[in-house]
């Protein structure tokens, strides 16, 4: 491996622990004084509807992916999977339902001896069926309602009658989350959540297209600890107050030639689920290699731009059945295509997420047909998103060490 680098860290750190300790603080106020009430919601699922009503929002797939970034997933996988949920579904899944049988949460470091508990959960299967599994159990547990969007997946293109069909399907939660919340449904409270929303996704795509520069001022792993607040507090003004501030920052690195990867001589494209328990090892093993890992497809997932607060239902549900993991390959391949011409890509990074089959693309041989048309190399790693026996770390470094010196050749 090549040499050790010293990573330049981002000041705007600190504040997002802030911004986030606030959230988890406000969860825990609810969860013990059920001040508020707390609607459970799949990461692309029609939070902004919630917080409009005055839900406080709890995301899954965000515990579940903190249990993999401090790699205690690996302890809870095996108790859901005994419960009889495979190993070989979701690991956010049996993460997060392991991590529940065991009475164990990141959360205590928040005060919370459990998850919150929900009084709704919503969900929307643009991302997998997983989902919706997932929150039924937690709807037999907690004996509360679940609601949701069926969104029809692998789409050549996103056709309008299935828009409405699931902007119908958004329409007919409202009630429900009337009577829970016993408060009336407003529509101008909704078009300014869905404004709030749509700021804080339009800055987060430009904190991410600030890597097109040559050298990038932050990479994809730097992206997958300070997407948070667009994951869980977007709709909020507080995720729009964090991405102007790191946005800022980041402009000045660029300003400043301040490189992520100090002499950056390789960009690369990362396609697939992060890999959490190691996303430390990963970054300074690219970084050592003078390699920048400068866009993905995932982090891009949460940049809703065709929100319009004058139309909020429609085109919430034309948003969230426009993200990338619900379409065909031929649209993921000309996104990959476009990135890659705009981003400066030398090769691509392809993670073959062993449990996630919703958000592994290699696995049709679009890589072969990738590197055919845009002449650049790829790479496949194999791991999980959480579960780390699905992972070798010295096999991907020695692949990824001589991946960079082919490149190089
Ligand atoms: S998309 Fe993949 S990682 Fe996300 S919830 Fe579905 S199966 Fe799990």
Redesign the pocket.
């Known amino acids: 491996m090549g040499e050790e680098k010293k990573i330049p860290q981002l000041k705007s750190t600190k504040m997002l622990k802030e911004v986030m300790s606030k959230y988890f603080y406000e969860l825990a106020e609810a969860s013990k004084t059920r001040n508020k009430k707390i609607a459970w919601c799949?990461?692309v699922g029609p939070a902004e509807l919630a917080i409009s009503m005055g839900f406080l929002v709890f995301y899954p797939?965000n515990h579940a992916a903190m249990m993999g970034a401090n790699r205690t997933a690996t302890e809870y996988i095996p108790v859901a999977n005994a419960y009889g949920y495979s190993p070989d579904?979701?690991?956010?899944?049996t993460s997060d339902i392991g991590a529940y049988l065991k009475r164990e949460t990141p959360l205590k470091a928040y005060g919370m001896e459990s998850v919150p508990k929900p009084d709704v959960l919503l969900y929307n299967t643009n991302?997998?069926r997983?989902?919706y599994d997932?929150f039924s159990f937690y709807s037999r547990e907690f004996n509360v309602p679940i609601y949701g969007v069926n969104t029809p997946r692998n789409q050549p293109e996103v056709r309008e009658d299935v828009v409405e069909v699931c902007a119908r399907q958004m329409e007919e939660i409202v009630p429900h989350l009337e009577e829970i919340s016993g408060q009336k449904f407003d529509i101008d409270r909704f078009r300014e959540v869905l404004a709030d929303s749509l700021k804080c996704s339009l800055l987060w795509e430009e904190v991410l297209n600030t890597a097109a520069n040559v050298p990038a001022p932050a990479t994809f792993f730097d992206h997958c600890i300070h997407m948070g607040p667009a994951v869980v507090l977007r709709g909020r003004k507080e995720a729009i107050e964090y991405y102007e501030t790191l946005l800022q920052e980041l402009k000045e690195r660029v300003r400043n030639g301040i490189a992520a990867v100090p002499g950056e001589k390789h960009r690369f494209y990362w396609d697939g689920?992060p890999i959490w328990g190691k996303l430390r090892v990963l970054s300074n093993t690219f970084a050592s290699l003078n390699s920048a890992v400068v866009v993905s497809s995932y982090c891009n997932s949460w940049v809703f731009s065709k929100f319009d607060p004058r139309d909020p239902f429609r085109s919430m549900a034309r948003a969230y059945c426009s993200i990338f993991?619900c379409q065909d390959d031929n649209f993921k391949e000309r996104y990959i295509e476009e990135k890659v011409e705009k981003f400066k890509i030398d090769g691509i990074i392809f993670h073959d997420?062993k449990?996630?089959?919703?958000?592994t693309n290699c696995r049709y041989a679009m890589p072969q047909r990738l590197q055919e048309r845009l002449e650049i190399p790829f790479l496949i790693i194999n791991g999980d998103?959480n579960d780390l026996r699905c992972f070798s770390e010295e096999q991907t470094i020695t692949n990824i060490e001589a991946f960079v010196e082919q490149l190089e050749e």
């Open positions: 799949t990461s797939e579904i979701c690991s956010y899944l991302q997998c997983d989902v997932w689920m993991i997420s449990t996630c089959p919703n958000n998103l």
